[in-house]
């Protein structure tokens, strides 16, 4: 399996963005595709995941209400809508995907690339 994440780029404090993480090869209905971010000198964190074969969605506290992760089947691809970005938000954000609910980072077995996301103050 490959994730290709896109949809970063430079935005201002209360501003919106979407990323996208399209995989290639079969996403089975017992996997969960999960978000991370890592900003500089700090450890990897996970925001957001979605187990894709009944839908249900986990956040991480602190997006909670501002970010919405969702999934398409017919795509094969994962979403982040992130809306009223903060400043705290800047990272690099990853897609991943695990057997199972997980937020250790450990525990995933495919990751993407990473897609920077800025948000200026």
């Known amino acids: 399996v490959q994730l290709q994440a896109s949809g970063g780029g430079l935005v201002q404090a209360g501003g919106s963005l979407r990323l996208s993480c399209a995989a290639s090869?079969?996403?089975?209905?017992?996997?969960?595709m999960g978000w991370f971010r890592q900003a500089p000198g700090k450890e990897r964190e996970f925001v957001a995941g979605i187990r894709w074969g009944n839908g249900y969605t986990y956040y991480t506290h602190s997006v909670k209400g501002r970010f919405t992760i969702s999934r398409s089947s017919a795509e094969n691809t994962v979403y982040l809508q992130m809306n009223s970005l903060k400043p705290e938000d800047t990272a690099i954000y990853y897609c991943?995907?695990?057997?199972?609910?997980?937020?250790?980072?450990?525990?995933?077995?495919?990751w993407g690339q990473g897609t920077k996301v800025t948000v200026s103050s």
């Open positions: 090869g079969r996403i089975f209905s017992s996997h969960f």
């Open positions: 991943a995907r695990a057997n199972g609910y997980e937020t250790t980072p450990q525990l995933y077995s495919y």
